[in-house]
């Protein structure tokens, strides 16, 4: 049973780089989220996808942007990393939107 | 910010005691919803309390909610040192439509 997958588990980044942190569920949820988890802060949401080919914006979604081309995938990219964005990842689906959210295992990301 | 609190922030007992963890939240919700984090993995889902619901159970885990006060308690009774670790709760049916998570609850159990 994989659930979600996510993809690299963690990485290291320089400054101005690109990055795509990669999500993959194998559950056909229909919705699909990216959070973004920091010390004392809890989980905030960066990205959302209530439905293949739709997105839209969380609380903090500047410097991120996301795609939703199929059920399965949900991409998360840093156009151009900055230091600010060094945190845990996390990718999550439920079938619903205000249903149950399932995740992966996270994205450990560091901009220096 | 919309988030939620959980309240305490950290909570350290003995093993065989009873854990009680709140959580106040701000939007109006169709279900508060409880997670579990183990250190260094996701969140799993442990329970799910529907606005018109003011009492929950499974299995050792006992959830209440109260609307009026905006507020949700999650009880874990006769503690084990395997559940430490941290607790959010999350509101659904915010203006976005998802989850909006609390900045949780540490709880370390002391064999």
């Known amino acids: 049973i994989a659930g979600i997958t996510q993809a690299p588990t963690s990485q290291i980044l320089a400054a101005g780089r690109r990055m795509t942190l990669r999500c993959t569920q194998d559950m056909r949820h229909n919705a699909m989220y990216w959070y973004r988890q920091d010390l004392g802060l809890g989980l905030r949401l960066i990205h959302y996808s209530n439905t293949a080919g739709t997105t839209g914006k969380g609380e903090v979604p500047d410097g991120y942007s996301v795609s939703r081309a199929n059920t399965d995938d949900f991409p998360l990219t840093l156009a151009s990393a900055v230091p600010s964005q060094t945190s845990v990842y996390f990718c999550?689906?439920?079938?619903?939107?205000?249903?149950?959210?399932?995740f992966g295992e996270g994205s450990r990301l560091t901009v220096l | 910010s919309q988030q939620g609190e959980e309240d305490p922030q950290a909570l350290s007992i003995q093993e065989g005691e009873n854990a009680t963890m709140n959580c106040s939240y701000k939007?109006?919700?169709?279900?508060l919803q409880w997670y579990r984090q183990n250190s260094g993995r996701g969140l799993v889902h442990l329970i799910l309390?529907?606005?018109?619901?003011r009492e929950k159970h499974s299995g050792r885990l006992r959830v209440t909610l109260d609307t009026s006060k905006k507020s949700s308690s999650l009880l874990i009774t006769a503690s084990r040192a395997a559940d430490t670790a941290s607790y959010f709760c999350?509101?659904?049916?915010?203006?976005?439509?998802?989850?909006?998570f609390g900045k949780g609850t540490k709880l370390s159990v002391k064999p």
């Open positions: 939007t109006s919700i169709n279900n």
């Open positions: 999550a689906s439920s079938e619903q939107n205000t249903g149950e959210l399932f």
């Open positions: 999350a509101e659904g049916g915010g203006s976005q439509g998802n989850l909006i």
């Open positions: 309390i529907r606005s018109n619901e």
